[in-house]
């Protein structure tokens, strides 16, 4: 399968939950604001856990601004993700947070392994039919 095939077919499959309002799915639009805060909160949490641990071990200067914005910046984008992942599958409130938690901690990594099951999902469905 080409790859822009698959990132088509892989952005639709991630924007369905959007149009899937009809058939009784969670709506992004419906949650109140204090448990999006918490949510961003426990992610960005888990950057500057990641971020900090990555200045004691050496790997970058702790002055560096950017780095730490950056870092927060994707830690809270894949705990978003994260985020409504979990309650598309419905999974407890404290399971979910724990989930988002890891998700921050993890950035860049989580989403890159996020885009590879998905991706590995798609072609297979793609080979039986």
Sequence with gaps: MRPILVQLVLCAYLLQPLVANAQGRPDPLNYP????????AVSIL??????????????????NIGQLIGELATSAFSGLLAFWGCEYMSFPPVLTAGIVGI???????????????????????AQKE
Excluded: C, P
Excluded at 34 to 39: D, T
């Design 46 to 63: 888990g950057g500057f856990v990641s971020w900090y641990t990555r200045v004691r071990n050496g790997e970058i200067e702790g002055w």
């Design 103 to 125: 998700a921050g901690h993890m950035g860049t990594r989580g989403i890159s392994v996020l885009e590879d099951v998905l991706k590995l999902w798609i072609e297979r469905r």
């Design 33 to 40: 604001l204090k448990q999006y805060g918490f949510i961003l």
